[in-house]
């Protein structure tokens, strides 16, 4: 097999961080010798978060087996999502926001036309739909577990709790047409066709687009992790992916 040198966009301080935790880890369960030290566990795994590397390509230019790609890259995945925040944890940090910014995404998997509910008649394609929670620079404070595509922005967010706990503290929140009926906190724009809107409410729509906007930035800046243009995993792991991820994020930019 030929082997090229690649980059990855992400900085040393990326790589230090992760390698500081996996140190950490190799601590606490006593491992006393890997075929990789910390430093190239923690290049593997990013090289298959950002930038989707399979575990063949990774298992070739790092000179292991396939299976020992597949179990650095689920350790490092999983000491990254131990300490994800919670819901109520986010909310607690949104508290001294001004306000939030809710949206949710469809992340890509590869499933067929059979898996009836991962299919998301909105994106026309099967994917795994997580809500997020943002500040009002776009900052990423929360991402939920993995639901379904078929599910819908505000039967998902009302599953989370997401409305409730909002309300509870008090958080304003900002969110498309797609959170219509979320009630408590949570505003979106004025329905309707845009003749046919006073020019008030077109004037709301219109800021409040403004302030959207940067929630959907952050969502977009979330699938510059490549692996997260298609998932080819269980969808089970996908919800400990997107937290590994959330906790890389503030490390990343």
């Given at each position: 097999?030929?082997?090229?040198?690649?980059?990855?966009?992400?900085?040393?301080?990326?790589?230090?961080?992760?390698?500081?935790?996996?140190?950490?880890?190799?601590?606490?369960?006593?491992?006393?010798?890997?075929?990789?030290?910390?430093?190239?566990?923690?290049?593997?795994?990013?090289?298959?978060?950002?930038?989707?590397?399979?575990?063949?390509?990774?298992?070739?230019?790092?000179?292991?087996?396939?299976?020992?790609?597949?179990?650095?890259?689920?350790?490092?995945?999983?000491?990254?999502?131990?300490?994800?925040?919670?819901?109520?944890?986010?909310?607690?940090?949104?508290?001294?926001?001004?306000?939030?910014?809710?949206?949710?995404?469809?992340?890509?998997?590869?499933?067929?036309?059979?898996?009836?509910?991962?299919?998301?008649?909105?994106?026309?394609?099967?994917?795994?739909?997580?809500?997020?929670?943002?500040?009002?620079?776009?900052?990423?404070?929360?991402?939920?577990?993995?639901?379904?595509?078929?599910v819908h922005d505000i039967k998902a967010a009302r599953l989370h709790g997401i409305p409730?706990?909002?309300?509870?503290?008090?958080?304003?929140?900002?969110?498309?047409?797609?959170?219509?009926?979320?009630?408590?906190?949570v505003r979106v724009p004025y329905r309707g066709r845009w003749d046919k809107l006073s020019?008030?409410?077109?004037?709301?729509?219109?800021?409040?687009?403004?302030?959207?906007?940067?929630?959907?930035?952050?969502?977009?800046?979330?699938?510059?992790?490549?692996?997260?243009?298609?998932?080819?995993?269980?969808?089970?792991?996908?919800?400990?992916?997107?937290?590994?991820?959330?906790?890389?994020?503030?490390?990343?930019?």
């Amino acid at each position: 097999m030929l082997v090229y040198p690649s980059g990855i966009d992400l900085s040393s301080s990326t790589l230090r961080f992760l390698a500081r935790h996996l140190r950490q880890r190799r601590r606490e369960i006593g491992s006393r010798w890997r075929r990789l030290a910390a430093g190239r566990q923690a290049l593997l795994t990013l090289a298959h978060l950002r930038c989707g590397d399979t575990y063949g390509r990774l298992a070739a230019a790092f000179n292991v087996g396939i299976a020992t790609v597949y179990r650095y890259i689920r350790e490092a995945v999983d000491v990254l999502a131990a300490p994800a925040p919670t819901l109520e944890q986010a909310v607690g940090t949104a508290a001294t926001k001004a306000f939030v910014i809710l949206d949710g995404t469809l992340l890509p998997i590869d499933r067929i036309a059979a898996d009836r509910p991962f299919y998301s008649g909105k994106h026309k394609k099967h994917g795994m739909n997580v809500q997020v929670i943002t500040d009002p620079f776009g900052r990423l404070l929360w991402a939920s577990a993995a639901l379904p595509g078929a599910v819908h922005d505000i039967k998902a967010a009302r599953l989370h709790g997401i409305p409730a706990a909002l309300a509870q503290a008090g958080v304003r929140c900002w969110a498309d047409k797609a959170y219509q009926g979320a009630g408590g906190t949570v505003r979106v724009p004025y329905r309707g066709r845009w003749d046919k809107l006073s020019e008030g409410q077109r004037a709301v729509n219109t800021s409040h687009a403004k302030i959207r906007a940067l929630g959907e930035q952050a969502t977009a800046t979330l699938k510059t992790w490549r692996l997260l243009r298609k998932l080819r995993c269980s969808t089970t792991r996908i919800t400990t992916i997107v937290k590994a991820i959330l906790a890389l994020h503030p490390a990343a930019h």
